[in-house]
């Protein structure tokens, strides 16, 4: 049967078992867009932004564990998927951009809104594509499914000129290929060494990073922590990779890790490291990073091992199946004195804040006493991205989502939709600061027009918190352009674009606000307003060691500025 470009697009997708696109038209990619209005079996949300088309595409794909999908026409449009598809990429996320471009005689001739968004992608995609010939459409697609899924995942890019869309060639029907699990670098040799470490350490630390979660590894993990029996840390990207309610969880490490983390990695004799890639917020000063410990690295991908932290072993694979085959091969251990160590560490340093006052961090404890942990929590990036890293308890799987490797403000609302429209038996909230919610407000129309019910709660501290932090402590008080001092009414703007809108002031307020927000059948902004130098604790100053990593009582003491 001979049909369209713009149908077998479609028809590929629904082999893959696409149930929701995200996208905005334009006329390159018109063709497709004819097509997809003659069907029923695959639904399209218009954001107000290609922008948020890619973060909610990505949304979808972390709170589902399924491949986003998102449209875009030519030009300013696809340019406009670009800083999705790098935040995509930097956090490891399955996605698929759809682009159209101009026709094929056109190209390379500065056409209107002709951009060459293969080259611009390259180096912010798993693999893409540009596709002029109809007869390799297909394949196309369907390779491009394989390749977000395999291995490490990823965004791809399908660049589709105008007139392959418009051109006609056979279609059949094709099974999607069932990705397997990566084995082939697993090793008897490296399995052996690790198990090894894990037996003779006296004083092993756990670190769990975002692969974790991208394996759905978390009955692994959970039996993994239970026999090794010990201390367990984890990055931004872990959370939700098991229960932080563990007694031997010790909060984050990192930049705003917690002490307990920070200086029990720092004197531990192993650390092993699970699905993480040792970024800069995470290690702080590289040469001061668990000098007493040798390393086990346990990745999938072979470039992360030695690449910002030398190892002393690693093994390399599919986290789940990796730990799958260590928890046949290690007994239960006991290190009771050594976790006792640490959890004095802990006791003795807990995450505080001012308890008298509206603060974030008081937001993010009252929504985890409401929802139990039983909600998915999107950010923004910035202070109250901390926040709810560090004071909201994560229990089950795909249940933090955030822009961790590109810190891409604006994410967080977009994101939310895509993770409500693939869970909607989950609450949603999305955890902003006011900075952010300028960037991407205009998205409330998309989840009014919808009627999709997620939570927008602003921490509304008039400035962009985490760079006045670092201009308070680093820079000498020179706000330079963090202020915000125009009065916006996140309320009115709220009910301007068809949500209800909520104004916080005070502690008292925000429960009640909290449950009539849960009740609502369409989106809600709860405009919480907070003190502007609220800081973010504990913190490690840019350069330094994990081991130095100081809170509000420490800093009387030192010299930061």
Not at 143 to 148: E, G, N, Q, R
Not at 452 to 474: A, C, D, K, S, T
Request: with cysteine; charged share 25%; glycine share 8%.
């Amino acid at each position: 049967m001979k049909i369209t470009g713009s149908k077998i697009v479609i028809e590929c997708l629904k082999e893959q078992g696409v149930d929701i696109i995200f996208g905005y038209p334009g006329g390159a990619i018109l063709n497709i867009y004819d097509e997809l209005y003659k069907q029923d079996d695959v639904k399209h949300v218009l954001t107000a932004h290609e922008q948020a088309a890619a973060h909610a595409a990505d949304g979808y794909a972390r709170a589902t564990g399924k491949v986003g999908v998102c449209f875009a026409t030519s030009g300013p449009g696809a340019t406009n998927l670009v800083t999705g598809i790098a935040t995509a990429y930097m956090d490891s996320i399955p996605m698929v951009a759809i682009t159209a471009n101009v026709a094929t005689g056109l190209l390379g001739k500065d056409s209107f809104q002709e951009v060459d968004i293969a080259g611009i992608t390259m180096p912010i995609t798993k693999h893409n594509y540009i596709v002029k010939d109809v007869t390799l459409l297909a394949d196309i697609i369907r390779k491009a499914f394989v390749i977000a899924k395999s291995g490490r995942p990823g965004p791809v890019l399908i660049d589709i000129t105008k007139d392959v869309t418009a051109a006609e060639t056979e279609y059949n029907y094709v099974a999607p290929v069932e990705v397997e699990r990566c084995t082939k670098n697993i090793t008897d040799e490296d399995i052996d060494k690790a198990v090894k470490l894990i037996n003779k350490a006296k004083k092993p630390f756990i670190l769990v990073g975002g692969g974790a979660v991208l394996s759905d590894a978390y009955k692994e993990l959970e039996e993994f922590i239970d026999k090794v029996n010990a201390p367990i840390t984890d990055t931004l990207m872990a959370k939700g990779s098991f229960d932080g309610t563990n007694p031997l969880y010790t909060g984050m490490i990192g930049m705003h890790g917690s002490k307990a983390s920070n200086l029990g990695v720092t004197k531990c004799d192993l650390l092993i490291t699970i699905g993480a890639r040792f970024s800069d917020r995470v290690i702080g000063k590289s040469s001061a990073f668990a000098k007493r410990a040798k390393i086990l690295q346990i990745d999938i991908d072979p470039a992360e091992i030695d690449k910002n932290v030398i190892t002393h072993s690693s093994v390399i694979g599919d986290i789940k199946e990796v730990l799958k085959i260590i928890n046949t091969k290690i007994d239960k251990l006991d290190h009771s004195e050594w976790n006792q160590e640490v959890m004095d560490i802990k006791e003795q340093f807990p995450l505080t804040y001012h308890k008298d006052i509206l603060t974030g961090p008081y937001i993010m404890e009252k929504l985890y006493e409401i929802t139990k942990g039983d909600a998915i929590i999107t950010t923004e990036v910035g202070q109250h991205q901390m926040w709810a890293a560090q004071f909201y308890h994560y229990r089950k799987e795909r249940t933090f989502i955030t822009s961790g490797g590109l810190g891409t403000m604006g994410y967080g609302l977009g994101a939310s939709m895509g993770a409500k429209l693939g869970r909607p038996d989950m609450p949603v909230f999305n955890i902003a600061g006011d900075g952010c919610f300028r960037m991407n407000l205009n998205e409330i129309a998309t989840a009014s027009r919808y009627k999709i019910p997620i939570i927008e709660v602003v921490f509304n501290n008039h400035v962009l918190g985490m760079v006045r932090q670092w201009q308070n402590l680093f820079y000498g008080e020179r706000y330079s352009y963090t202020t915000f001092d125009d009065g916006l009414d996140f309320v009115k703007i709220a009910e301007a674009l068809g949500a209800t809108g909520y104004k916080v002031t005070k502690k008292e307020e925000l429960e009640d606000v909290i449950r009539k927000a849960l009740k609502a059948d369409g989106p809600v902004v709860i405009d919480c307003h907070i003190d502007c130098d609220e800081k973010v604790w504990p913190m490690v100053a840019p350069g330094a060691g994990i081991n130095e990593v100081f809170n509000e009582d420490d800093l009387a003491e030192k010299n930061f500025g």
